[in-house]
Nanobody, 122 residues
Framework: QVQLVESGGGLVQAGGSLRLSCAAS????????MGWYRQAPGKQRELVGT??????NYADSVKGRFTISRDNAKNTVYLQMNSLKPEDTAVYYC?????????????????WGQGTQVTVSS
């Protein structure tokens, strides 16, 4: 059973920082992509950023403020959020595309974390 478990959300004042973590567990052959999405009230879920073996990719709204990193040995991805703004308030979801061995065949599967609330007060 593969799971993504997030931690690190909370309430912070504008200009502050938070760090989110997401650990993937289970019988994982390899990690293709890990990253973060967010969903604010009344809005669609949007990409924050992703990380692969080739590098990172960020939404324009977070470039220069947020940093994604990964610990490959722990199958864990981090989101360091600095200079937070009230408009960053949202539920943040961890995402992973994982290579698994199922019924003796390799395949790539998408997984989502349970979501963690980030609230930035002005």
């Amino acid at each position: 059973q593969v799971q993504l478990v997030e931690s690190g959300g909370g309430l912070v004042q504008a200009g502050g920082s938070l760090r989110l973590s997401c650990a993937a567990s289970g019988s994982i052959v390899s990690v293709n992509v890990m990253g973060w999405y967010r969903q604010a009230p009344g809005k669609q879920r949007e990409l924050v950023g992703t990380i692969t073996s080739g590098g990172t990719n960020y939404a324009d709204s977070v470039k220069g403020r947020f940093t994604i990193s990964r610990d490959n040995a722990k199958n864990t991805v981090y989101l360091q959020m600095n200079s937070l703004k009230p408009e960053d308030t949202a539920v943040y979801y961890c995402y992973a595309n994982l290579r698994l061995l199922r019924t003796m065949m390799l395949g790539d599967y998408d997984y989502w974390g349970q979501g963690t609330q980030v609230t930035v007060s002005s």
